[in-house]
């Protein structure tokens, strides 16, 4: 077996554990004597770091949720100096504000490092040619991979999205042996070749796929890979923890999560408290060396559970089974997140259409569509079908900006859609995954 | 029954969206002795189509063609509407109540009544079902 | 090496320069070419040597495609970029580590020259990916230190929102969407206080265009240039000076010729610019001509710096340049061979509406493919706009006139009216 960093990634359980302790001590002491957002929390949870005295004591801190980084909204719960800070990342937040995470030069490479042993724990090396066809820019997942690919000294092929055809050419003709993308544009490149009259198994070199950012199956897995002649690995990580960070090992029995990155509980969403190992539910994430945006007990909203048995890849690093839901109503769209308050948000503010929504979620081929139904302002009737069709691109231009997702949009008669007394349900995901 | 009796040839033509395209195709009919019975534009992104009824199908058919422009047939049926309240509805229930979806409409105004063109998914059913409702169609023969 | 002159200078360039040709050896199609030509490692003596070789063309990269002017085994090459060919296949570009360490130092070396240092906050407004422009910023700001937003391209409230929150100082996009930033910005009743520095390239701009942006976002604005058969941007900038555009003469041999009789022109005489990378591994480049129209200037620079060519403004062949994009006529006409709905026959009109390029291509409705429904129609031109958009990575508006409309040619035909003259 080929470890990246051996000393790490093969460290005894307790040696590990203790290292975590330590890691754990270090980053409470420093965020109760220099973040005031870390401070004001342990002080109103009545929690000092003194309190910390063994690993388990981590249950004594507070939760952060998503909403702390949007109040937190940009750089309020930042850590670092602004000099030190030599990157943004922004992803979407719950309304018009975006989560926002800055990243020093360490955090960076923690993050690089972390997908170096992951990569590498899926056999991927210095021979691998990689196409890294997540998007890049402000999300995270195509920098990410990008970094750690070229980490560990592969060739990598920045395709980032679209284009399947121009793709699929790169994949064949630059002899492509791994791909990094969502499972369910891999399926679409594998229809879009079928198209084409190419095979995915014999007319490329292709036989890695790292995928991730949207929920995806076991029977995908194995479709994906009979069909493309290929191994599949899943990989995980949010830009709240840094970006993509944790893949499953060539077992392919969960994703390692370092442990001297990251500190995993798994808890009851209702209570709040810890679940006994291999029990779903909440996964709840400390990022241990984490420097300008410091990440403690971050509930992630994920359900899944923890694996800490030993893994026949000889690492001893606990496990993560693939993720099964989430605990929101947040849904994955191309492997963008999306949440139904966004989209009442946005259309708050077009005076054509009324607030009232609806959101449908299907498959076309193997690619997420979204439509959102909405309802015409009697007010802004036109007997003119191009004004009428004008509206239809305006919202879906408003809808592409708020969520980076193009979405389909019907425009309804007025009072022709549900109305909710309690609880609005507003989303009807039809995919079957 | 001969449904294709009352199924009407329409003719639709490709037209950019500006001036002077809707006067060609009418003077080239007109040159022709064409007679346009009922007429209609649908508008779209830069370009519209131009719908109509002429007396004459193949003939401007020929015609527009020649001149270059795009040209089509598409089946349509004509319903003579009763001068009532209720007309309209009574037609529209039909069709309605046989899941027959009516794609697009218009109409013109005929020597005794109303007439109603009607573009449906399924020509065939709206012809029997509108027939077997008493309805009154027109027929190929009552256009030229 | 910014200020190197003379003896030194073309010493330097003479060894990097043999050294260049040495590593060309390893490529079969230079291997030919210099055997053809007669010319060895050891005959580049001096810098004036350069004349002894011939030309490469994008034509002859196409014809290594895809990775036929690797001089370096792939387990070497780290990173590969594309570039849009005069066809369907691309031009294909890559790097070792060492390369991409020559790149972004040479960034990093263009950002501190206008004074751009660790504390400034840069936001990244260009597309990433296969695109050179986005990786070889991001890269060189990270080197010296500064913050890097990589926002890409698109959404642009939310960019001026990122300026703002962020406290932006410099920007990095193509001069049009500088522009489109600043009227948005307009809109939204924000002066973006925090900018100070702009970085504007991929597309040719004006000295009127940049009195306009200057005055609208208050800001310096700064021109580069570069392409990705030359790492990617970079390559050549501006100094404080902005009086022209400083080649980097330890990196680059520049020369400028007449593109018709490949005479070499000397300073003030307008011509094409030909350039032979110094410290290029995966893939070296002998005269390689880059197409674009340039000259270099006759005076000094009073900052010391070496020799400057003219911003640039025009092409010796066809390729346009749409909001940063490259594209040549050749492209849209295939990319229409394969919408049946559709004819060959196009007329593209590019315009800037509201300070952005805007392409409009005229394409003829198929005869065969008109049923007589509107819906048709409209699917037709969808699927044509569609197609160009995943091809050339464009949106464009697209105009379906009737068949036979357009103009046919006998001999060369024009299919591009560019009417954006006044504004560039």
Known sequence: ?433 | MDITKYTIKQISVFSENKPGRLAAIAGALQDEGINILAFSIAEANGFGVVRALVDLPEAAYKKLNAMGFMVSFTDVIAVKMRDVPGGLFEMASVLSEAEINIEYSYAYSGREAAVLILRVDRVDSAVEKILAHGGTLLSVDDFS | METLKGEELHALQAKRLRWTVERAGNVPFYQKMLKEAGVRPEDIQTVDDVQKLPFTRKTDLQGGYPFGFMAVPMKEVVRIHTTSGTTGKPTVVGYTRQDLDNWSELIARNLTMIGLTDEDIFQNAVNYGLFTGGLGFHYGAEKLGMTVIPSATGNTRRQIEMIDDFGVTALHCTPSYAMHIAEVAEQIGTTLPTLKTGIFGAEPWSANMRKVLEEKLRLTSYDSYGMSEMYGPGAAFECPERNGLHIWHDMYLAEIIDPKTEEVLGPGERGELVVTPLMKEAMPLLRYRTGDITMFLEEDCPCGRGMKIARLHGRSDDMLVIRGINVFPSQIEHILRSVPEVGDEFLVYVDRVNHLDEMTIEVEINRNAFRGELEDLTRAQNKVVGALREALNLRTRVKLVEPDSLPRYEGKAKRVIDRRGDEL
């Not at chain 1, 930042?78 to 979407?92: C, D, G, I, M, Q």
Request: net charge negative.
């Open chain 1, 1 to 433: 077996m080929i470890a990246w960093d051996p000393n790490i990634e093969l460290m005894p359980e307790a040696e590990l554990k203790r290292m975590q302790f330590k890691l754990l001590k270090i980053l409470v002491y420093r965020l109760y004597s220099f973040s005031n957002f870390y401070h004001n929390r342990m002080v109103e949870h009545g929690v000092h770091p003194d309190d910390i005295t063994c690993l388990e004591d981590v249950v004594k801190l507070p939760f952060m949720v998503k909403s702390d980084l949007r109040d937190g909204y940009p750089d309020k719960i930042f850590t670092a100096e602004p000099e030190e800070l030599v990157r943004y990342h922004v992803s979407s937040g719950t309304t018009g504000k975006p989560t926002v995470v800055g990243y020093t030069k360490h955090d960076l490479d923690m993050w690089t490092e972390s997908l170096a042993r992951a990569l590498t724990s899926c056999g991927l090396g210095r021979g691998d040619v990689v196409q890294v066809a997540y998007g890049y820019g402000l999300f995270t997942g195509g920098l990410g991979l990008h970094y750690g690919a070229e980490r560990i000294g592969a060739t990598v092929v920045p395709a980032s999205v679209g284009n399947t055809e121009r793709q699929i050419e790169l994949m064949q003709d630059l002899r492509v042996t791994a791909i990094c993308c969502t499972p369910s544009y891999l399926a679409h490149i594998g229809e879009t070749a079928t198209k084409m009259g190419i095979s995915i198994k014999d007319d490329t070199h292709l036989k890695t796929a790292i995928l991730g950012a949207e929920p995806w199956s076991d029977q995908m897995r194995e479709r994906i890979e009979e069909e493309l002649g290929i191994k599949a690995y899943n990989i995980y990580g949010t830009s709240e923890l840094s970006g993509p960070m944790f893949t499953d090992c060539s077992e392919q029995a969960g994703f390692h999560m370092w442990g001297d990155i990251a500190l995993v509980e798994i808890i009851d969403p209702e209570t709040g408290l810890s679940v006994p190992d291999g029990e779903r539910g909440e996964m709840v994430v400390t990022i241990l060396q984490k420097e300008a945006l410091p990440i403690v007990r971050y509930r992630t909203g994920d359900i899944t559970s923890i694996d800490r048995t030993p893994c026949e890849c000889g690492r001893t690093h606990p496990r993560i089974a693939r993720l099964s839901g989430r605990v929101d109503d947040m849904l994955i769209i191309r492997g963008i997140n999306v949440f139904p308050s966004q989209v009442e948000h946005a259309l708050l503010g077009i005076p054509e259409v009324s607030g009232n929504f609806m959101i449908e979620v299907y498959r076309v081929g193997a690619l997420d569509q979204m439509l959102v139904k909405v309802e015409l302002n009697p007010g802004a009737f036109s007997d003119k079908i191009n004004d009428i069709l004008d509206i239809r691109r305006k919202v879906g231009h408003t809808l592409k900006n708020m969520l980076n997702v193009s979405v389909d949009v019907e425009i309804r008669e007025p009072g022709s859609l549900p109305r909710f007394e309690g609880k609005a349900k507003r989303v009807i995901d039809r995919r079957v995954l």
